[in-house]
């Protein structure tokens, strides 16, 4: 039976588990009002990709020049997720308008893979395998895809709750998808091997899981968009804990990702945008630190281990990045 920590639901002390603030960085992107999101680093070139969902486009950064560069896209394409793989292709979801694509930065020139059902127009967020096939999710058409990259292949998997709204998704170390199911109280997870998709339920019914992050422990870590909270579900006992985040029941978090330190950073996007993270380990909150341009929306991060870097896009047309700083010695967990 799941069990759920109700004292976990106690406001904690803010007590710091980073010794210095993040330090942040922030490049006004030249095109205007294009919201650029969903960063990623190429390893190879140290371009930043991003999409510029309004614009119809995929850009890139380079940090230490400071110089852009986009790639344009057919009007109305509404590129919403990006991931880069080994060989440097770009591989985007075109959320408008059914299809994920993949993108040669060396001609521009672009693959396109259409959703195999007309009804699914809207490939969302997008994750590798250990094998390098791409899972992805899409909100309106109620699913969860698997891309098989070298056969084209594209499977679907439906979810059975109606307007479930397939958002967050990533990989645990044993190559299964983990799915946040954005319009319900529920997180999903598929077999690969069998293709099956398996629901549950969070206990709050108001919960409203968002983005999600997996620490190294295969825990699930989800922010409850609505409520303010940030959940963790442990696969192996079905136990759910949630601690209310620092800024409270408005905090509206919504990018997350994990360090390797094993804390996770949550964007709260109350105004202006705030930088908070959880150690997974003593499940104590640092202080806030605010995105210096406000933010507008932080919608979804990526982390950097070589460089402890968090890439970040924001609604006021900004790339950033917040380098991490010295780990405090750990202390005991707040009760």
Not at 29 to 36: H, L
Not at 77 to 85: A, F, Q, R
Not at 206 to 214: A, D, G, V, Y
Request: glycine content about 8%; hydrophobic content about 35%.
């Amino acid at each position: 039976m799941k069990t759920f920590a109700l004292a976990s639901l106690v406001a904690l002390a803010v007590v710091p588990v980073v010794d210095k603030p993040p330090v942040f960085k922030e490049w006004k992107v030249p095109w205007e009002r294009t919201r650029p999101r969903d960063p990623y680093l190429d390893q190879t070139t140290g371009r930043i990709y991003f999409c510029g969902q309004t614009g119809d486009y995929i850009g890139y950064l380079v940090p230490e020049t400071g110089e852009f560069k986009k790639f344009d896209l057919d009007p109305r394409t509404g590129p919403h997720n990006l991931i880069v793989d080994r060989s440097g292709f770009v591989w985007f979801s075109g959320n408008l308008a059914g299809f994920i694509g993949r993108l040669d930065p060396r001609d521009g020139s672009i693959k396109k893979y259409p959703m195999p059902d007309p009804a699914v127009r809207d490939p969302h967020t997008m994750v590798f395998d250990r094998n390098g096939d791409i899972w992805f999710s899409a909100q309106a058409g109620n699913v969860v895809g698997k891309l098989t990259v070298s056969t084209g292949r594209i499977q679907l998997v439906r979810v059975p709750t109606e307007s479930a709204r397939p958002y967050g998704i990533k990989m645990d170390s044993k190559g299964h998808p983990w799915v946040m199911l954005f319009g319900t109280n529920k997180i999903a997870t598929v077999d690969p091997a069998t293709m099956q998709l398996r629901e549950i339920t969070l206990p709050r019914p108001e919960t409203r899981p968002r983005r999600m992050e997996i620490t190294s422990d295969d825990k699930i870590w989800y922010g409850d968009y609505d409520g303010g909270k940030l959940g963790r579900y442990d696969p192996a006992t079905g136990k759910i804990d949630e601690w209310q985040l620092p800024g409270g029941a408005d905090a509206r978090p919504y990018a997350i990702v994990r360090d390797d330190q094993d804390r996770i950073w949550v964007a709260e996007t109350s105004q202006p945008n705030k930088f908070v993270a959880f150690d997974s380990k003593t499940l104590q909150f640092s202080e806030e630190t605010p995105v210096p341009s406000g933010g507008g929306t932080v919608r979804h991060m990526v982390y950097d281990p070589v460089t402890r870097t968090i890439w970040f896009g924001t609604d006021v047309n900004t790339i950033g990045k917040a380098v991490l700083q010295e780990v405090s010695t750990p202390s005991k967990p707040v009760p």
